[in-house]
């Protein structure tokens, strides 16, 4: 079965300063990939997917992902953060379309001024 | 175009009590999944209706969790008898059946607490 690890549970970083959010999974083939964001009070909301193609993939709010095959790895990234980009982030994995998807344990993320 | 919206909230209940939850997807999205989030541990997967058939429903934790999809549009997800395991987020989501997006609309999910 397939399985998700984010290995940082809390992040603290400057405003200003770059992110980077660690994910690797586990599956036999190319998964579906997506990184999900949760504000407080909110619903899960999606940054970006790669389904196949360039491994490098743009999301909104400014956030990128590497797709790196060998590593079995989907990094999240920012170049610069903003306070407001303070929030509970989301790895997940899907083995075909319209199937379940499976999460890892997520990773909170704190700004400092 | 309206989210996926869930109600409650939030819901308190004691131990052996019922409690229903509603879900509803965004219109003309056939795909409906319930999603749960124990606190500390990953978001889990506990059933897929398409239109109103359930797909796959291999995460359901037991028996005492019910799910329906009335004429395939809101789902209901009721847990009757609550135990204290039960407390925890749960979350709906939607999606289309078009293969050119398998994304999943997320609601912001009702926190269910058994005490």
């Known amino acids: 079965a397939q399985s998700v690890t984010q290995p940082d549970i809390h992040i603290t970083v400057s405003e200003g300063a770059s992110l980077e959010l660690r994910c690797n999974y586990s599956?036999?083939?190319?998964?579906?990939l997506f990184w999900y964001v949760q504000s407080p009070g909110q619903g899960l909301q999606l940054l970006l997917k790669y389904f196949s193609g360039d491994t490098l993939v743009q999301g909104i709010k400014g956030f990128e992902a590497e797709f790196k095959r060998s590593q079995s790895s989907f990094n999240l990234r920012k170049p610069s953060v903003h306070w407001s980009d303070a929030a509970e982030y989301f790895c997940a994995v899907q083995t075909t379309g319209f199937q379940k998807l499976v999460f890892g344990t997520g990773t909170r993320l704190l700004v400092s001024p | 175009e309206a989210g996926v919206t869930q109600f409650p909230s939030h819901s308190v209940i004691e131990k052996g009590q019922t409690v229903t939850l509603r879900c509803d997807p965004i219109s003309g999205h056939d795909n409906l999944y319930w999603y749960r989030r124990v606190m500390g541990k990953e978001i889990k997967f506990l059933l897929h209706f398409v239109k109103e058939s359930k797909q796959d429903e291999s995460g359901m934790p037991n028996n005492r969790f019910l799910a329906e999809r009335t004429g395939g549009t809101y789902s209901t997800l009721k847990v009757q008898p609550a135990e204290l395991e039960d407390s925890g987020v749960y979350f709906c989501?939607?999606?289309?059946?078009?293969?050119?997006?398998?994304?999943?609309?997320f609601g912001p999910g009702t926190r269910l607490t058994v005490t």
């Open positions: 599956y036999g083939a190319t998964p579906y």
């Open positions: 989501a939607s999606s289309q059946t078009d293969v050119s997006s398998y994304e999943q609309y």
